[in-house]
């Protein structure tokens, strides 16, 4: 019903910068939020950002680990979703996977209906 495509990971150095796209295609109308998850190996899925899709005014919101460096942004009508990362560190290193729900907690990944496949974001020291 709905697919979601990473793209935009890759390798930087510690301090760089990346931005992650997210590109949207299928049904969308019952999407209310979309956000980014990151997964290290063996260790659980993490919530990163996480904004609104549907409505208006600015519902986004980070995770304390990533506030004031990565920023979540959309855009509805070219159906994207982006998450402009800044002053990375190696603890940042994961898959980055975007979602999409109709109803939950935005917190919770078990929330969310649909998953991308992921890019994975390494940072060197």
């Known amino acids: 019903q709905v697919q979601l495509v990473e793209s935009g990971g890759g390798l930087v150095q510690a301090g760089g910068s990346l931005r992650l796209t997210c590109a949207i295609s299928?049904?969308?109308?019952?999407?209310?939020?979309v956000g980014w998850f990151r997964q290290a190996p063996g260790k659980e899925r993490e919530f990163v950002a996480t904004?609104?899709?549907?409505?208006?005014?600015?519902?986004?919101l980070y995770s304390d680990s990533v506030k004031g460096r990565f920023t979540i942004s959309k855009d509805n009508d070219k159906r994207m979703l982006y998450l402009q990362m800044n002053s990375l560190k190696p603890e940042d290193t994961a898959v980055y996977l975007c979602a999409a729900l109709s109803a939950g907690s935005v917190f919770n990944p078990q929330a969310y209906s649909y998953w991308g496949q992921g890019t994975q974001v390494t940072v060197s020291s």
């Open positions: 299928g049904r969308t109308s019952s999407m209310n939020y």
């Open positions: 904004t609104n899709w549907r409505g208006g005014g600015d519902g986004r």
